[in-house]
């Protein structure tokens, strides 16, 4: 797990591409440059400038053991971690950069969302898990120490329901739990 410890982690994140090549990274696999600019429809040029300033942070290294090539001279690609968290005591720099981290965060679950609903329209996937698949929000009351408590029981739960066995499948799960006021 990738802990955002500090603004300057969180400002490297905090932008679209390179937390969509940090995801791809994640769920595709390893890539090169040019890999991830096929994958994500960008061009290798700027998807290595993203992946130097991700690797300067902690959140992709070197995989040296896939590199190719008569000198070996394609860079490979991988993710440092599984998931990224924020650690309690990070100092955000700005509001503006949180804003822009979750709205970074936001599209790239969007697409994720929009590319499942889009397999299932070409049946690319069998009616059980298009039967366990689901979204929903729920409203409800809680104090600070509540909202805790429930994080912490839902990422317990999601932990247990981890089992890599036979017609496993990569799942996202995307917890948001947030305070709202009630408009006058």
Do not use: C, N
Request: proline fraction near 4%.
């Amino acid at each position: 797990m990738t802990e955002i410890t500090d603004a300057a982690m969180l400002r490297a994140m905090a932008h679209p591409l390179r937390m969509r090549i940090v995801s791809s990274l994640r769920l595709d696999g390893p890539a090169t440059s040019a890999i991830l600019a096929r994958r994500l429809s960008t061009d290798s040029g700027q998807t290595s400038h993203h992946l130097r300033l991700l690797a300067r942070h902690g959140f992709v290294v070197d995989a040296p053991e896939l590199g190719r090539g008569s000198r070996g001279r394609e860079r490979w690609w991988k993710a440092m971690h599984a998931s990224t968290t924020f650690s309690d005591d990070v100092d955000a720099d700005s509001v503006e950069t949180m804003a822009a981290f979750a709205r970074a965060a936001r599209a790239v679950w969007d697409q994720g969302i929009d590319q499942f609903h889009d397999e299932a329209a070409h049946r690319r996937w069998s009616p059980a898990w298009l039967d366990a698949a689901a979204a929903s929000d729920q409203v409800i009351r809680t104090t600070p120490e509540g909202l805790k408590r429930l994080r912490d029981r839902l990422d317990e739960v999601i932990r247990e329901a981890d089992l890599p066995e036979p017609g496993a499948e990569t799942v996202v799960v995307v917890v948001q739990a947030y305070p709202r006021r009630a408009r006058a």
